[in-house]
């Protein structure tokens, strides 16, 4: 029996949301008794039927910039919920005036925001100046639209009120958003996380977390979830605010905390790391060849790089030769992907990391990474909302523990 939750997406970047999810979302939620109720971006209102289950006496306001949201308490039935629906954009800075919503009065708020970047415009600026968020109009371009629904539902929220929401996983583990993790914790708390399956979205693998935020309410700890499968029993973890501003990723936390007291990085160690320049058309175009993801090896992790050489001037920096550790950056099995090189130089795609280990480090290093532990820790630091990835300040903070066993 197939149990993957069924949903789709469409043009605007919206991944629907099943049943399954919708009701663990709404399930998490500590609040009793809302009495008013917000689904920004509501598509074809799973979320409010989910919440309908739990409060049916509670209003209901939806807004969808192209679905008509209808809610029924029973199924081919003309009984519907106390709710009135907007069809309107989400993303419009003016949308609470526009729909005659006060501010801070809505009790609880619902949310699957797009998994969007949006070309912003000066109103978007001002908007997220007045919310306290930007401090200069040049940051607005990196924001994406989960950032602005966010900002919009905690605008409506009264304090107390809580949001649920369902949140694309560069916005739970990407450095980008680092900064937005500590605007929401300064005055509000996250109280859990829960990491969903790559296939929570049926058809496409994308990883998402439903988050939980109290808005006002300052708490020092956030409950960490992970569910392998829809129906998994959850397993929980729980950190502290100053945790949660680095990272909401429960694989990287859980790795963290049992990770051996004696260890270095390979920042402190002196370790260089460097991506390579050219991108895959480009590795395609050069008349040199040029060390990709596809050039390593699945039965091998030493590698002579003769066949590549490439006779460049002295300090390219995006060559790889002799005693150098080669390890890709994105896509999938990124830790089955490690390679050190035995002989010879290439050119490096922007797609793999030249390590440069300082050389009494450098035979502890490589085992360490080629280890079962070793690829474990890389796994945890690994995140991306589609194409999997690992930043460079990622790697470069990678522990390594003082094991014996891992012989300099």
């Known amino acids: 029996m197939n149990l993957a939750p069924k949903s789709y997406t469409d043009p605007f970047g919206r991944y629907y949301t099943s049943a399954c999810v919708s009701d663990i979302l709404v399930a998490s939620l500590s609040i009793k008794n809302p009495q008013f109720i917000l689904d920004l971006g509501s598509g074809d209102g799973s979320l409010s ?5 739990r409060w049916g006496r509670a209003k209901y306001i939806t807004v969808d910039i ?5 809610l029924k308490k029973k ?5 519907s919920f106390d709710h009135k629906h907007y069809l309107a954009d989400a993303l419009d800075p003016l949308l609470i005036d526009n729909i005659g919503l006060t501010p801070e009065t809505v009790d609880l708020a619902i949310c699957n925001p797009p998994f969007i970047k949006y070309e912003w415009t000066d109103t978007h600026k001002d908007f997220l100046i007045n919310a306290g968020y930007l401090a200069n109009y040049k940051a607005v371009d990196k924001i994406s639209a989960e950032v602005i629904f966010i900002i919009q539902n905690l605008v409506s929220l009264k304090r107390g009120g809580q949001l649920g929401l ?6 739970v583990s990407g450095e980008r958003n680092k900064g937005f993790r500590e605007y929401i914790l300064k005055s509000n708390s996250i109280d859990k996380v829960i990491k969903l399956p790559r296939n929570a979205f049926k058809g496409i693998n994308i990883q998402s977390h439903i988050m939980i935020i109290t808005k006002g309410n300052c708490r020092n700890s956030i409950t960490l979830v992970e569910l392998e499968t829809i129906n998994d029993k959850s397993k929980e973890i729980v950190i502290s605010k100053e ?8 694989s990287y936390h859980k790795q963290n905390s049992i990770i051996p007291s004696e260890t270095t990085t390979l920042k402190n160690i002196g370790a260089s790391v460097t991506r390579g320049k050219y991108n895959s058309k480009q590795c395609k175009d050069l008349s040199m060849k040029v060390f990709h993801t596809t050039d390593f090896k699945s039965n091998s992790y030493y ?10 001037e002295k300090g390219i920096h995006s060559e790889a030769e002799e005693g150098d550790i080669l390890l890709a950056r994105v896509g999938r099995n990124i830790t089955k992907k490690i390679c050190i090189v035995t002989n010879g130089k290439a050119l490096i795609s922007d797609c793999v990391y030249r390590l440069r280990i300082p050389v009494e480090w450098r035979s502890r290093v490589f085992k360490y990474l080629i280890s079962d532990d070793g690829k474990t820790a890389l796994s945890s630091r690994v995140h991306g909302t589609g194409a999997m990835y690992l930043s460079m300040q990622m790697l470069m903070e990678l522990p390594i523990p003082h094991d014996e066993g891992l012989d300099k």
């Open 75 to 79: 199924c081919n039935t003309k009984i």
């Open 303 to 312: 590698f002579d790089i003769t066949p590549f050489n490439s006779y460049l």
């Open 66 to 70: 192209k679905k008509n949201t209808c």
């Open 166 to 171: 369902i949140i694309p996983d560069s916005f």
């Open 49 to 53: 039927k989910a919440a309908g289950k």
């Open 243 to 250: 945790q949660a501003i680095q990272s909401l990723n429960y």
